[in-house]
Structure formats: structure tokens, C-alpha cells
């Protein structure tokens, strides 16, 4: 390959001509689909010159500093509320401070602190039983998440509801019906979903030291779970009232939340790397794979390139979330045109944002050691010009992934709310809401070595399809085709909204 922004500015001349006016992009499709995805591509870059020889320099200073300060704090916070209850009411004096204009109560620590090691042990149990079962049965594991998800759901909202927690199972209600109404969307992309998920599975399981950098990380994600559980049953045995107790466990969860990111974001970056030098190299035991392939990976995840990883951790979650739901509503909206117009909004802006921050640039960060928003649009515009943006927004791998990680945090919450009902049924939603987002973090953990390996084979697809195929050639058939498929029909859709407005200015023409 070529140095890769050498390719990205080409890229990015090649994008600006493809946003142009409607008759320059519908042509554009139309060549785009009428010749081989092979040489649409045009082999943009050859895998023999990639050099392995990159400079490295930190990147995003500014979050790293923000992340570590945020770890200090928070991890300071947590002890000192753990410990003000730790066996004896009132350790620090705290509750001076609070007295009087808020309601104390006795509690604590330990009353509420194994409930969440429930939380972390089944978490932990279901993300190493993913890992241990990845070779064998993966495919079924994501099949059965996708079907059972919505009917758990479903039975978790009923259950609020006859613990009289309204809220909660209308907020669970309304989750069923939203992931039922994304499945039957996507119903007619799972079947090729699955083909992608089932080679990414047999990359992955052709690495043992990818299930060994999950497991290490897990196993750190435990060791924070333990001090942020600590904490976060001292508040809540302050008994402060259900307002300030929310507060503080909101900003708990929210820091509990990055810090889980950032640490799948770490597996990413480093599992990434590995499948994509694997593919360029043509196999993991190949003469020209660098030494310490495994350990150099991690060195530049957690050191030069661990700014850019605590930088996309805070929003890429999110705006992926959003752009799923978008992209299958819009598949379902019909002749609307109100409603139309504004999920169109919507949609453009969620893709603006996502050329900035979406989960390809780990692969970069990873292999090249940019920043993450040059990462970003790096990717991104590798995409739109070479017109793999087509296939990657027909996937649901990373829909059906997230599935199996709230599967397995609504486990885990389960678990330790059914607990909780027994000792403390006043704080059965406190309790379970927080436990099941450890849980979703340590299975997530588990999930993400797959998602690593699916966002590889695009990157790798788009700069040079041969690579594909020289890992295999019955699968980049069947890749190649589908994207000649979407291809074809984005430039139908593109002729018929050109239609559609000549025929409106004709008829505007006609009325003036």
C-alpha cells in the first residue's frame, strides 16, 4: 500500500466529486455499478509497501490528561464514600454536611456491596463463557441474543411494573418495542450480517492471543468494578433521599461508563491492529510479521495512542447507537413527508457526526498512530470514495453485538435486582440499573474482540480488495457481489429522486 494519506487525500477529492449535483453523483453510481467491485476499487494501494516503520507521537494530550484526572477523582470519591459506612455509620463525618436539609438513614457499605459483586461475577462469568464458546458456537449465541432480547425486555417491564416501579417498565416497554420494531428493519441484512460475523469469528479464533488481551482486561475491569461498587454502595447507604441519591449515581455511572469505553476502546486498538497486519502479512505465521506482534500492539494502545482512545470513547458509543435507530426508522417511514423530512434532518446530521467519530478509526489509531479524528475522516472518506460506505451501512454486525452486551448487562442486573428484593426492596432500581450497566461493560469486553475483527476486514477491503481474497476467496465473492448489489441499488434510488424533482420543477414551471 501507499502511505496512507497519500491515499486519503485522494480519497477525499474523490468525495468531494461524489456529493456533487444529483446528475454527477447518479452517473457516478451508475459507473460505480455496472463494472467489478474489483476494479471499482482500482487497488488503491498494494499490501507489499506498507511499511511497518511508523512514527509514533502522542496524540490527544488533552484527553488523556482529562481522563487520568477524572480516574483520580472519582477513584477518590469512591473510597471516601465507601469507607464512611465501611462497618460503622458515619466514619468520615460526612453526614454533618448533609444534615438538616437532607434525610439520613442508617446503612451500611456492606449491606449493598456483595449485591454488586453478583453483578460482576455473572457479568464476568458470561463474558469469559463468550470468549471460552467463540470458536464453537458464536453464530448461535448472537442468533439467540437477537430473538431473546426483545422478550426479556418485555418480561423486565412487566416485572416493574408489578413491583409498582411505573417508570421503569414504561422505559422498559418502550426498549422492547424499539428493538423489536429495529429487528423486523433489518430482517432481510441479518442472513448477510451473519456471514460477516461468522468469518470475523474465524479470524478471531485463529488468534489465541486475542481471547488472552480480552481475559487481561476483563480481569482489570473487575479490579475497578470492586473499588467503583465500593463507592457506589456507601451512597447508597447515605440514604440521602432518592434525588440526591440518583444525582450521585448518575455521575457515577456516566464516569463508570467512560472508563468501560475506554478500555473496550483498548482491546479495540490492539485486536484491530493485530487482524489487520495479520491480513496485510497473509497469515499470522508469515516471515514479514513484526516481532511482538502482541505486546508492541498494547505498548502504543495504553501509551502514544491512549489520548485518541479516551477522546473517541466519550462519543462513539452514542452517536452508533443513534445512527442504527435512525437508519431503520427511515427504512420504515413510508410516504410521509413531514415525518420524512424531519428524520432526514436527523439522519444527516447523525452522518456528519459520524465522519468524525466513528469506531474505523481504531484501526488507524492502531496501525498508523493518528489522532482520532484524522482517523475518522480518514476512514470515512476511504469508504465514500471507494463506495464501501454502501456495505458497511447494510451491515447490522455492530447492532447485533450491542444485542448480546445489553443481553448479557440485563442478565446481570437481573440477578442482583432479584437480590436486592429480598434485603432491600426499596432500592431494587438502584441497585439493578447500576449492576446491569457493569455487566453490559464486562460482556462488552468479550463482544468486542469480534466487532474489532469485522471493522478490519472493511478497512482492509476498501484499501485493496486482493487481501480479502487472498485470506478468502469464497467470501470476498460473496462480499464483492453484495456491494455490487447495493451499489446498483443506491444509483436506482439516486435516478429516481432526480425524477422526482424534475418532475417538481416541471410542475412549478407549469403553475407560474
Not at 296 to 319: K, M, N, P, R, W
Request: net charge neutral; with cysteine; glycine share 8%.
Amino acid at each position: 500500500m501507499n502511505d496512507f494519506r497519500s491515499s486519503s487525500s485522494s480519497s477525499s477529492s474523490s468525495y468531494d466529486s461524489a456529493v456533487g449535483p444529483p446528475q454527477a453523483m447518479c452517473q457516478r453510481l451508475e459507473t460505480v455499478a455496472s463494472g467489478t467491485v474489483l476494479n471499482v476499487m482500482g487497488s488503491q494501494s498494494s499490501s507489499q509497501g506498507i511499511s511497518q516503520i511508523v512514527s509514533r507521537c502522542w496524540r490527544d494530550v488533552f484527553w488523556l490528561v482529562i481522563f487520568i484526572a477524572h480516574l483520580v477523582v472519582v477513584g477518590f470519591a469512591l473510597g471516601v464514600f465507601g469507607l464512611n459506612r465501611f462497618k460503622q455509620l458515619d466514619r468520615l463525618n460526612i453526614d454533618k454536611y448533609t444534615m438538616g436539609f437532607l434525610e439520613n438513614k442508617d446503612g451500611l457499605t456492606e449491606d449493598y456491596w456483595p449485591l454488586y459483586a453478583v453483578a460482576g461475577g455473572v457479568g464476568a462469568v458470561l463474558g469469559w463463557t463468550w470468549l471460552f464458546l467463540l470458536g464453537s458456537c458464536a453464530t448461535q449465541m448472537m442468533k439467540f441474543s437477537v430473538h431473546i432480547l426483545t422478550t426479556y425486555l418485555a418480561v423486565i417491564s412487566v416485572l416493574c411494573f408489578w413491583i409498582e416501579q411505573f417508570f421503569w417498565g414504561v422505559a422498559f416497554a418502550i426498549g422492547a418495542a424499539l428493538q423489536f420494531l429495529y429487528v423486523i428493519s433489518v430482517i432481510d441484512r441479518l442472513p448477510f450480517t451473519m456471514l460477516v460475523l461468522q468469518r470475523a469469528v474465524q479470524m478471531v479464533w485463529d488468534l489465541p492471543e486475542v481471547t488472552r488481551v480480552a481475559s487481561l482486561f476483563m480481569l482489570v475491569m473487575l479490579l475497578w468494578l470492586a473499588l467503583w461498587s465500593f463507592g457506589a454502595a456507601g451512597v447508597i447507604a447515605l440514604g440521602i433521599g432518592d434525588s440526591g441519591l440518583w444525582w450521585l449515581l448518575v455521575v457515577l455511572s456516566v464516569s463508570l461508563f467512560w472508563t468501560g469505553a475506554v478500555l473496550c476502546n483498548i482491546v479495540h486498538v490492539v485486536v484491530s491492529g493485530m487482524v489487520f497486519l495479520v491480513l496485510i502479512h497473509g497469515g499470522r505465521e508469515a516471515s514479514s510479521m513484526p516481532p511482538k506482534l502482541v505486546m508492541s500492539s498494547l505498548q502504543h494502545a495504553v501509551t502514544t495512542s491512549f489520548g485518541s482512545i479516551c477522546y473517541g470513547s466519550l462519543f462513539t458509543a452514542a452517536i452508533r447507537t443513534l445512527r442504527w435507530e435512525i437508519r431503520g426508522l427511515r427504512s420504515k417511514i413510508g410516504n410521509n413527508e413531514c415525518l420524512l423530512c424531519c428524520v432526514d434532518f436527523l439522519f444527516h446530521l447523525v452522518e456528519f457526526l459520524v465522519r468524525w467519530f466513528n469506531k474505523y478509526a481504531y484501526v488507524q489509531i492502531g496501525v498508523y498512530g493518528k489522532s482520532f479524528n484524522h482517523s475518522a475522516k480518514d476512514a470515512w472518506e476511504l469508504f465514500q470514495s471507494t463506495g464501501v460506505e454502501a456495505l458497511i451501512a447494510y451491515d447490522c454486525s455492530g447492532a447485533v453485538l450491542f444485542m448480546g452486551t445489553v443481553l448479557g448487562g440485563l442478565i446481570s442486573g437481573t440477578c442482583a435486582a432479584i437480590w436486592t428484593r429480598m434485603k432491600h426492596p426499596e432500592r431494587v432500581v438502584m441497585v439493578g440499573s447500576t449492576a446491569m450497566l457493569m455487566g453490559m461493560i464486562l460482556v462488552g469486553l468479550a463482544m468486542v474482540v469480534v466487532e474489532s475483527a469485522v471493522t478490519s476486514i472493511y478497512i482492509c477491503y476498501a484499501e485493496d480488495p486482493s487481501l480479502i481474497s487472498r485470506w478468502d476467496a469464497a467470501f470476498f465473492a460473496q462480499i464483492s457481489e453484495k456491494l455490487h448489489q447495493r451499489l446498483q441499488h443506491r444509483s436506482a434510488r439516486a435516478r429516481q429522486v432526480l425524477a422526482n424533482r424534475i418532475d417538481q420543477i416541471q410542475e412549478e414551471a407549469g403553475l407560474a
